[in-house]
């Protein structure tokens, strides 16, 4: 009876190592964000038109990673994301529909495990819920536009706010200052044709 449950224990680690060892976003943030924006419609930086995708669609056309966590309020393994310990400058978009969320300057290391942040963008970029599972009481934090799980909002975090933004990275894109610059050199270059 031992023996078949070490091996039940055995296929259990088994089952969910790929899971917890699953590569989070890598630094080829930039490459995966041009494929998603080709799979995905509903993808702008720019576009503030709400976004209501089934949870079908949405299964379709997210990594399975990102949609665990920002269509099942899913929570990323503590200290897993790259983007946890990142002060590179830049801004922070839904991973899922493109929002601008967070700016690089917001950003503090709280050492909770997750990116954290002490103001969004705008008042928009996010909406709040209250989340009692777990038996706990927790501000849950949403996307403004597409209504994607991205974390909580804790009232523990530095001034001038006082609030602790704890996001999972894998619901984040990032791009950096310098690109966006780029990006908008060209496409003013373009335009001047
Ligand atoms: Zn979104």
Sequence with gaps: MRRVLNFVLILMVLAIQPACTQPVKNQKIS?????????????SHTDTTA???????????LPKDVYDIARQKGTER?????????????TYYCAVCGNPLFRSDTKF?????????????????VIYLVDKSYG??????????CKSH??????DGPPPTGLRYCINGVVLDFEKAQDAQKKYDAEHKDSSK
């Design 31 to 43: 490459t995966m964000d041009t494929v998603k924006k080709e799979n995905n419609p509903a993808y």
């Design 51 to 61: 976004v209501n995708l089934s949870d079908e669609q949405w299964k379709k056309i």
């Design 78 to 90: 503590p200290f897993t994301s790259p983007l946890e310990t990142s002060k590179e400058i830049g």
């Design 109 to 125: 290391e709280s050492g909770c495990g997750w990116p954290s942040f002490y103001e969004p963008i705008s008042k928009t970029s």
């Design 136 to 145: 706990m009481t927790r501000t849950e934090v949403e996307c403004g536009r």
């Design 150 to 155: 991205l974390g909580h909002v804790f009232q």
